[in-house]
C-alpha cells in the first residue's frame, strides 16, 4: 500500500515547490534580454527600445507593426488635387455660340482653337481631376511667345518645377525619354524646351479626354442650352 501511495506524494511535493512554467518563462525573459544587451556588436535592451515589436520581446523587424511605424514616419507626397488659389484664371472670352459648341464635336483641334472651347474642355478636365494637362499646355504657349532669354529662363524652370518635377502634385505624364531630353535642355532653356511634351499631353488628351468630353453632362448640357436659347430667338 505504500508503495502505491509513494508517487502521488512525490507529485504534490514537486507541484508545491518547483516553479510553474510560465514563472520559468518569465525568469528567461529578463536573462535573455540582458545577454543579448551585454553581448558585443548587438544593440541592447535600451538601443532596440524604437525598433522592438510592440507584440514581441524579441527584436523582429518584419512585425506588421513596424511596418505600419515605418510608413508614418516617410514623408507623405501632397495630394494629387489642385488646390483654387494655385489654378491661374481662366481665358477671357465671349460666351461661345450654337455655332461654334457644334464645331468641337468635329475635332479636338477645333475645341483646343478658341478661348471658349478651351475653357469648356478645362472645366471638364476639373472634373477628372487631370486639369494640369491642359495648364501645362497652355503654359507651354506662353512660354513660345517670349523672346527675352531672362523670362524665358525664368518660365521654364516655373513650368518644369510645375508639371516636370515629380515632386509637383501637377506634374504630367510622359515618358522616360521626353523627361531626359527636358533636363539635358534645362541647362540653357529656350522657348521650345517643351515641345515634345507638349505634344505628348496634346495627343494625351485627344485621345483619352476628349471622347469623354463630347459624352459628358458638361458638354450635352452647354449644347442643349445654347440650342433652346437659338430657338427662343
Known amino acids: 500500500m505504500a508503495w502505491r501511495e509513494a508517487p502521488c506524494v512525490f507529485a504534490a511535493i514537486q507541484t508545491a515547490d518547483s516553479p510553474t512554467l510560465c514563472e520559468m518563462r518569465k525568469r528567461q525573459m529578463p536573462a535573455a534580454q540582458e ?9 541592447g535592451a535600451g538601443e532596440r527600445g524604437a525598433n522592438a515589436c510592440c507584440f514581441c520581446w524579441c527584436c523582429c523587424c518584419s512585425c506588421s507593426c513596424l511596418t505600419v511605424r515605418n510608413q508614418e514616419q516617410r514623408p507623405r507626397r501632397p495630394s494629387h488635387e489642385l488646390r483654387e488659389e494655385d489654378l491661374p484664371s481662366c481665358e477671357e472670352s465671349p460666351s461661345p455660340t450654337l455655332e461654334e459648341v457644334n464645331a468641337w464635336s468635329q475635332s479636338f483641334d477645333k ?11 478645362r472645366e471638364f478636365l476639373r472634373t477628372e481631376f487631370s486639369e494640369e494637362n491642359m495648364l501645362f499646355w497652355m503654359a507651354c504657349e506662353e512660354l513660345k511667345k517670349e523672346a527675352n532669354k531672362t523670362i524665358i529662363e525664368e518660365k521654364a524652370r516655373t513650368i518644369y518645377e510645375d508639371y516636370i518635377s515629380i515632386l509637383s502634385p501637377k506634374e504630367v505624364s510622359l515618358d522616360s525619354r521626353v523627361r531626359e531630353v527636358i533636363n539635358r535642355n534645362m541647362v540653357e532653356p529656350s522657348q521650345h524646351i517643351f515641345d515634345d511634351a507638349q505634344l505628348q499631353i496634346y495627343t494625351l488628351m485627344h485621345r483619352d479626354s476628349y471622347p ?22
Do not use: H, I
Request: hydrophobic share 40%; no cysteine.
Open 35 to 43: 545577454t543579448a544587451g551585454s553581448t558585443p556588436g548587438q544593440p
Open 111 to 121: 475645341v483646343m482653337l478658341t478661348p471658349a472651347g478651351r475653357n469648356a474642355f
Open 212 to 233: 469623354r468630353f463630347m459624352n459628358s453632362a458638361l458638354y450635352k448640357d452647354l449644347l442643349q442650352s445654347l440650342s433652346e436659347k437659338s430657338a427662343e430667338a
